[in-house]
């Protein structure tokens, strides 16, 4: 069983950047896409971004293109979400999961599973 753990969290203030990470423990990390979601208090679970197993594939939500990118380095077994120009509107708790479907990197979070605690993302205006 992989367990996930996300740190990298934090306040910044808008136009501000955070690298978000995620590391794994256990077998399987380096053979499966992952993604990161978020949530903000009294709204669904969102989409932010996707990657196969290698990095030469990602998925991003047309809300964040451009100004995220997600990235992975399978030998420390770490995902990662570098957030610039940050807005408002992504204050959220962000969490990172594995693609239950080894290539699939859409945007449907029921397809994904083995999910971390999460760390929380502030943005101030």
């Known amino acids: 069983q992989v367990q996930l753990v996300e740190s990298g969290g934090g306040l910044v203030q808008a136009g501000g950047s955070l690298r978000l990470s995620c590391t794994a423990s256990?077998?399987?990390?380096?053979?499966?896409?992952m993604g990161w979601f978020r949530q903000a208090p009294g709204k669904e679970c969102e989409f932010v971004a996707a990657?196969?197993?290698?990095?030469?594939?990602?998925n991003y939500a047309d809300s964040v293109k451009g100004r995220f990118t997600i990235s992975r380095d399978n030998a420390k077994a770490t995902m990662y979400l570098q957030m610039n120009s940050l807005k408002p509107e992504a204050t959220a708790a962000y969490y990172c999961a594995i693609s239950r479907a080894q290539f699939y990197i859409g945007s449907d979070h029921k397809a994904y599973g083995n999910w971390g605690q999460g760390t929380q993302v502030t943005v101030s205006s």
């Open positions: 256990g077998r399987t990390f380096s053979n499966s896409a």
């Open positions: 990657i196969n197993w290698s990095g030469g594939m990602t």
